[in-house]
Structures are given as C-alpha cells and as structure tokens.
C-alpha cells in the first residue's frame, strides 16, 4: 500500500451522472456524494473536474456541423449544470462545497481563483472545478491535469466505469488485459484510452501521477485516496 494523498483531484466524466438514458440521475449522483463525504470526513482535501458528455460534447457528431467555439462553449455550460447537481447531492450529505466556474456566472457560482480555490480546500470544503478551462478545444480532461497541478494536488483520480486501463476495450474484449502499472511514455506511445494527450503530458512533465479506477463499487475513491493499489496506476518511471 502507498502513502495516502493528502490532496487529490478527481475527474468525473458526464457519463459518470446518469443511468438508464437520463442525463443526470439522483440517486446515482447522491452515490457519489456519499463516497466523497468519506473521502472528506477521513480528513483529505477533494477537488473536483466534472465533464458535460452527458449533456453535450462540443467534439461529438452531435455537434456536427457547428462552429467548434461554439459548440465547445456549450459544452462548458453542461458541466456548470453537472456542478450544481453534484453540489446540491454532496451539500445533501453535509459536505460544505463550492462551485467555481472558469467563465464568469456569480448569480450561480464562485469565478476560479486559484489562491481562493487552495483556501477552499484547506477548510476542508469540496471544490469543484466547472467549465473545463474556459477555453474552446481544451478537453476537461485537460483542465483536470491543470487544476491538479495549480492547487498542487497529489495525484489525479480518473473515475470510470471498468477497473482500469486495459489494452483493448474490455466492453468489446472479453480477454482484454488490465495494466497495474504504467509510464506516462507509454500510454502516450501506445494510444490507451486514459486521458488525452496534452492531459498525460501535462502529468507526465510534471511528475503528477494518475490513477484509473472504477467508481461503481462503493468505497473505491476513499481506497484509493488512502493508498491501496487498485485500479492502473500511472506515473513517471
């Protein structure tokens, strides 16, 4: 077992809220809350980087056809909606948490302020990261390796819904292989699926570890925060 992460910042993609078809489901996201109230209550410090897929992808063939700045700003929109879901369900669980938006929305949310976001966390206040960079063709995957290195997070926890990262799709592949452990240099050599390219390089020149996990059991994230080695872990070697 490694040492336990002090600070972390989670990734939770948009497919990570909902279930059945719905965008957002309550009982899914009152799941996650759960989880993320004992994550706090053992005493680390959470950051959290919400994707919007469930919504709206500005790079998805549902955006065909549209303009990508467009299409891209929307998608930042989604997240901000995923945000509020997720507080509103971790604020359900007694977690004090705050929303901060990387476009300005204060009738709703805290604009990002690094120094303020840091402060946050140090109160033991869930944080959580919406509207990606702010910027159009940056993924949230991306802003989730640059939020971790600005509030100097430990590692970054890519929550998904398989037990790591495999060599192929294991919902495709039923003899599909899961890696334990990675260098940054080969998921990027190799093309695995488990953050995009400018995100694992961003950790990689950074010396940040990622770990790749399943949420779906129940615990997985405090397991992790804690340091047992479940799920992929990649770092540098």
Do not use: W
Not at 80 to 102: P, W
Not at 164 to 191: F, I, M, R, S, W
Not at 216 to 226: A, S
């Amino acid at each position: 077992m490694a040492e336990p992460y002090a600070r972390v910042l989670l990734k939770l993609s948009g497919e990570m809220f909902g279930s059945e078809g719905a965008a957002i489901t309550p009982d899914v996201v009152g799941s996650i809350a759960n989880q993320l109230a004992e994550v706090v209550d053992s005493g680390h410090e959470v950051g959290i980087v919400v994707g919007g897929g469930n919504i709206f992808r500005g790079a998805s063939p549902r955006a065909a056809g549209m303009d990508r700045s467009s299409a891209d700003h929307m998608g930042m929109l989604a997240t901000v909606i995923n945000a509020l879901a997720l507080q509103d369900a971790c604020e359900k669980v007694g977690l004090d948490t705050r929303v901060m938006s990387a476009v300005h929305m204060s009738e709703i949310c805290e604009p990002y302020i690094r120094r303020r976001a840091v402060r946050h966390l140090e109160k033991k206040r869930l944080v959580i990261f919406a509207a990606g960079l702010g910027a159009p063709y940056f993924s949230t995957d991306t802003a989730a390796a640059q939020r971790a290195l600005e509030i100097e997070a430990d590692a970054v926890l890519k929550a998904t819904k398989v037990d790591g990262v495999y060599d192929v799709d294991p919902e495709k592949e039923a003899d599909a292989t899961l890696y334990k452990d990675l260098d940054h240099h080969t998921v990027l050599n190799q093309g695995l699926r488990v953050m995009d390219a400018t995100a694992i390089s961003l950790c990689m020149d950074n010396n940040l570890p990622i770990i790749v996990f399943n949420l779906n059991p129940v615990g997985n994230i405090l397991k992790v925060v804690q340091g047992e080695h479940i799920g992929t872990f990649v770092h540098t070697p």
